[in-house]
């Protein structure tokens, strides 16, 4: 396992770094020194994405953290798209629908790979600010006091490239659903707490006007368990560690603690576990939608995750899609119904192609 983590993060960064300075060596019609100091920059930028996991940006006056991690976190992106564009016109040059003069010392093949890279990104990043209402509807034969309407969200990453501004505006179109509670299903912060505190983002949180219960997701373990649930309580949310709340006595709320500490509570163990709640209506979060078939055999009704983000790019979506049962959207299992949000939010570079960041309002009836 451990070789096959430093094959994808090392490994192969850096025979795509050699396949994509290769080709732009070859194609840019510049001097030597021009395609030198080009390369180097996009060295530079990849490098900064292992000194944002490193954290590496805390020292850095908030303005020039927050622009070395969106270019750092972004160069991988922009990588994988390279590598994709360089082994499509290699394929097309090997069966000769490409002409090899594309590839040397050519102005309009290097413009073309330019103007479509600039366009796909661009276009992903305005798909990635565009945040997706999805209305969905939960029906229970167990009695309930009303009819509730219920936000849900994941995957929040607050922290160098999701500000105080932009947790603003979701906090807007939260309160605009007037709900009757909300649930968010864990990373609610990124990774360094620096940005969070600086920036008093715990404010925002409180202009929330309907109860808000959380999990935790393997994000607040990465930035630093103590500080994450500290954040979480001071913001005024109910945050459930293997542990239950209950609504007007008749929805029980269970929120798991993250698949990353291996000694959770099992999810039969937390239902078994609740009294004084006549046939509830059973909601899980669960950050990290591993195991479905688990909630179903505690007789859940309903189980909200996130964590996939579906790949937050195309073709990454197509291995989420094989990794998980269910890697985004609706899902049933039994009588236990599922949602796998793609997250409102992001981590790394803000774009969206193929997948959308969306919040969920359900209906439960």
């Known amino acids: 396992m451990k070789l096959m983590w430093m094959l994808i993060f090392w490994v192969l960064p850096l025979l795509a770094m050699v396949y994509i300075g290769w080709h732009i060596w070859t ?34 006056p908030l303005p ?34 490409v002409p ?18 600039f366009g796909v990104f661009l ?17 229970s034969s167990k009695p309930l006091a009303k009819a509730y309407k219920v936000v849900m969200a994941s995957d929040f990453h607050i922290g160098y490239h999701n500000p105080r501004k932009e947790l603003a505006r ?9 709900p009757d509670f909300i649930l968010i299903a864990g990373d609610i912060v990124d990774g360094s707490m620096r940005p969070l505190i600086e920036e008093n983002m715990a404010e925002e949180f409180h202009r929330l006007k309907a109860p808000v219960y959380a999990c935790l997701g ?34 029980v709320v269970i929120g798991r603690d993250d698949r990353t500490n291996m000694r959770r509570k099992p999810v039969k163990d937390l239902v078994n576990g609740l ?35 579906r790949g937050q790019v195309w073709p ?16 049933q299992r039994g009588s236990t119904q599922y949602y796998v949000s793609s997250g409102i939010g992001i981590w790394g570079g803000k774009f969206r192609i193929g997948t959308q960041s969306e919040y969920v309002v359900a209906t439960i009836k």
């Open 170 to 178: 979701w906090v807007d179109m939260m309160n605009a659903e007037q």
């Open 100 to 117: 090899k003069s594309f590839f040397y010392h050519n102005w309009y093949g290097a413009g073309a790979i330019f103007i479509f890279v």
């Open 27 to 60: 194609v840019l019609p510049c001097s030597p020194w021009w395609k030198t100091a080009i390369i180097s920059v996009g060295v530079c930028c990849f490098l900064l994405l292992f000194l944002s996991v490193a954290r590496k940006f805390d020292s850095l």
């Open 275 to 309: 009294v004084n709640v006549q046939s509830p209506y059973i909601i899980v979060l669960d950050h990290q939608p591993y195991n479905l078939d688990r909630s179903e055999a505690a007789g859940v009704d309903f189980q909200l995750s996130g964590h996939t983000h």
């Open 218 to 251: 393997n994000h607040e373990f990465y930035a630093g368990q103590p500080q994450a649930k500290k954040f979480i309580k001071e913001a005024g949310i109910h945050l459930l560690i293997d542990e239950a709340a209950v609504i007007d006595s008749c929805i």
């Open 123 to 139: 276009y992903g990043n305005l798909h990635y600010y565009n945040k997706v209402r999805v209305p969905l509807s939960l029906k």
């Open 316 to 331: 990454i979506s197509w291995i989420t899609d094989h990794i998980y049962e269910c890697s985004w959207g609706s899902h």
């Open 64 to 97: 020039l953290a927050q622009l070395s991690y969106e270019v750092g976190t972004s160069s991988i992106m922009v990588m994988l798209y390279l590598v994709i564009i360089f082994l499509v016109l290699d394929l097309g040059r090997l069966i000769h629908l």
